[in-house]
């Protein structure tokens, strides 16, 4: 805990280190938890952690044996064409890993049946204990916070929840002023939020450009000029916080480094 948050080590910051050494890496460093990759996968490419798999069960036994919690897995893409009936191994074994949150993406224009899917991704999760929550990006059909809190309203599922990244905020054209009104609405609705820094201007580039930086070139936190302390401020008290940092200037570095960087960097920020 760092000034009464949960801090997780997002997956994306070690993305390149096998599922038992980010709960290593996470734990070395100091995180309480972290977030793992496991319903991107296809029939040709299966995750080694869906299953009853060597992987997760080593995953397992590490995240015990640090006593480290698992705040979101990741990610689902959520279609026209998407099943959520067959998204259920992937749930399983979140639950199985004791994950708490299901990160989705909206990849349908169409809000109306976006809500309506995301509502039965909901009913799939909720009966394994798992609360989905939708990111807006600005290169997906769910592009700012406004919209995304739309579609969670129109899903009227008590198990939808909104994620809120503040890179996808500032590139959106928001702002922690148009967070706080909506989470003060709807507190329930903001289970948690992650944490990363940048540049207040946005890339040149286009969409290309957009992804290429939240993929793989972001800042650690405190280390750019987005409002970062603001934006927590303006989240329920104690929020936790996944610490999402793929910073290109550190991807040299191993897994325990750049997990380290990325803790330091968060207890500057937040005062410890």
């Known amino acids: 805990m760092i000034a009464g948050h949960e801090v997780a080590l997002a997956t994306l910051a070690v993305l390149d280190a096998p599922p038992p050494e980010i709960a290593d890496v996470a734990a070395a460093a100091g995180f309480d938890s972290i977030t793992l990759r ?17 992987t997760r069960r080593e995953t397992i036994a590490r995240l015990r044996h640090h006593g480290l919690g698992v705040l979101d897995i990741e990610v689902v893409r959520m279609g026209e064409d998407t099943e959520p009936a067959l998204l259920r191994p992937a749930l399983e074994s979140a639950r199985e890993l004791g994950a708490r949150h299901v990160l989705v993406i909206n990849q349908d224009a169409h809000e109306t049946r976006a809500a309506d899917k995301f509502a039965r991704i909901c009913e799939e999760a909720e009966r394994l204990e798992l609360r989905p929550v939708l990111e807006f ?5 769910t592009k700012t916070v406004e919209q995304a809190d739309r579609i969670v309203a129109l899903a009227a599922h008590p198990a939808a929840g909104v994620l809120v990244d503040p890179l996808h905020l500032q590139r959106s054209g928001g702002s922690p002023a148009d967070v706080a009104p909506l989470v003060a609405a709807n507190p329930h609705r903001y289970p948690y939020a992650q944490l990363c820094d940048g540049p207040r201007a946005t890339p040149d580039g286009g969409g ?18 987005l409002p970062l302390l603001e934006l927590i401020e303006a989240m329920p008290a104690g929020t936790p916080l996944s610490v999402e940092t793929p910073v290109a200037a550190v991807a040299h570095l191993s897994p325990r480094e750049r997990a380290e960087h990325a803790m330091a960097a968060t207890r500057r920020l937040l005062g410890e």
């Open 208 to 225: 290309r450009a957009l992804y290429e930086e939240a993929v793989f070139n972001r800042l650690a936190p405190g280390d750019g000029e």
């Open 137 to 141: 990006m600005v290169f997906t059909a």
């Open 38 to 54: 496991l319903a991107d996968a296809s029939v040709a490419d299966p995750n080694p952690l869906v299953g009853d798999t060597p």
